[in-house]
């Protein structure tokens, strides 16, 4: 019984029906057509489809989504994108100050250099310097002879074993050129500046280990050595560093150039500075500039 009912109602929503319109006087016919109630239910969701992908492209598409309650607007949008790269900025300063500090405790505690932290500076994330490999050139090989050359009757240089101490150390020059401003320990002014020419070449005073190479705010590319006797060289302002965090350096290589990178600078120039035992010492005292 239940199957024919189904088999009676398909055939009658199969059922053709005729609709036709004519002229009430004339009965002439104008237009008819013939049509069933599957083909009426057939139109009206294809209709319904229709309507409702156009109302979804009209929203998705078109500023009218942010009239949509919960949905934010093209300003909150940029609001929200410009905070998130701030807390990301700020939270690569917070690690990059915990890393510097924790440099810091490290060398006055005289613990190995292998206990600080090793991760990536900015340089090796830099695609430019992916493949960069330093070899001797004519005119490097030239400037040690050059150098040599002059330093052949420096009697700061013995073959004897070198005293303990500062007084017993041969400072290299990081860079010759003249001094702008020079070291106040009154007014905490922890070195002295040297003026040159940007992308001068700014050499290790001594041998060392990098344990800082980054960018700051203030200073702009900044790089640290640790030497022997708890003696640390900084170097500030330089357009670009050459060594990373945990490299070994020899006296007189290349380690940075010269430049004016950082908010506080009024040119280019090398800001160099000397700590003995945590304290601030006078580099013009070692080293002639």
């Given at each position: 019984m239940t199957e024919r009912k189904k088999k009676s109602i398909l055939e009658k929503l199969k059922y053709k029906y005729k609709l036709t319109v004519s002229n009430e006087?004339?009965?002439?016919?104008?237009?008819?057509?013939?049509?069933?109630?599957?083909?009426?239910?057939?139109?009206?969701?294809?209709?319904?489809?229709?309507?409702?992908?156009?109302?979804?492209?009209?929203?998705?598409?078109?500023?009218?989504?942010?009239?949509?309650?919960?949905?934010?607007?093209?300003?909150m949008r940029k609001q929200i994108h410009y905070t998130a790269i701030l807390v990301d900025s700020l939270?690569?300063?917070?690690?990059?100050?915990?890393?510097?500090?924790?440099?810091?405790?490290?060398?006055?505690?005289?613990?190995?250099?292998d206990a600080i932290p090793e991760t990536k500076s900015n340089l090796s994330n830099n695609p430019r310097y992916q493949n960069v490999k330093f070899k001797k050139s004519k005119s490097d090989s030239l400037f040690r002879l050059a150098h040599e050359e002059d330093e052949r009757f420096n009697l700061t240089i013995e073959n004897k074993k070198k005293k303990k101490g500062l007084s017993g150390l041969h400072f290299f020059p990081p860079i010759t050129?003249?001094?702008?401003?020079?070291?106040?320990?009154?007014?905490?002014?922890?070195?002295?500046?040297?003026?040159?020419?940007?992308?001068?070449?700014?050499?290790?005073?001594l041998d060392g280990v990098v344990i800082l190479s980054e960018w700051t705010l203030n200073t702009g590319y900044v790089i640290q050595i640790q030497h022997s006797n708890n003696?640390?060289?900084?170097?500030?302002?330089?357009?670009?560093?050459?060594?990373?965090?945990?490299?070994?350096?020899?006296?007189?290589?290349?380690?940075?150039?010269?430049?004016?990178?950082?908010?506080?600078?009024?040119?280019?120039?090398?800001?160099?500075?000397?700590?003995?035992?945590?304290?601030p010492i006078n580099p013009e005292d070692y080293i002639k500039f």
């Open positions: 006087s004339t009965f002439a016919v104008k237009f008819s057509f013939r049509l069933s109630f599957m083909n009426v239910i057939t139109f009206l969701a294809s209709f319904f489809i229709a309507v409702v992908c156009l109302v979804t492209m009209l929203i998705a598409f078109t500023p009218l989504r942010e009239y949509i309650p919960g949905y934010p607007s093209g300003e939270e690569q300063e917070l690690h990059k100050r915990d890393r510097f500090f924790e440099g810091i405790k490290n060398v006055m505690d005289g613990r190995e250099f050129g003249m001094v702008s401003s020079r070291f106040d320990n009154k007014k905490e002014h922890f070195g002295t500046d040297i003026v040159g020419a940007t992308n001068d070449r700014i050499s290790a005073v003696l640390i060289s900084v170097y500030k302002h330089n357009s670009e560093l050459l060594k990373k965090q945990g490299d070994q350096v020899k006296v007189g290589e290349a380690i940075a150039l010269l430049g004016s990178s950082g908010e506080l600078t009024t040119g280019p120039h090398l800001h160099f500075e000397l700590w003995h035992n945590g304290k």
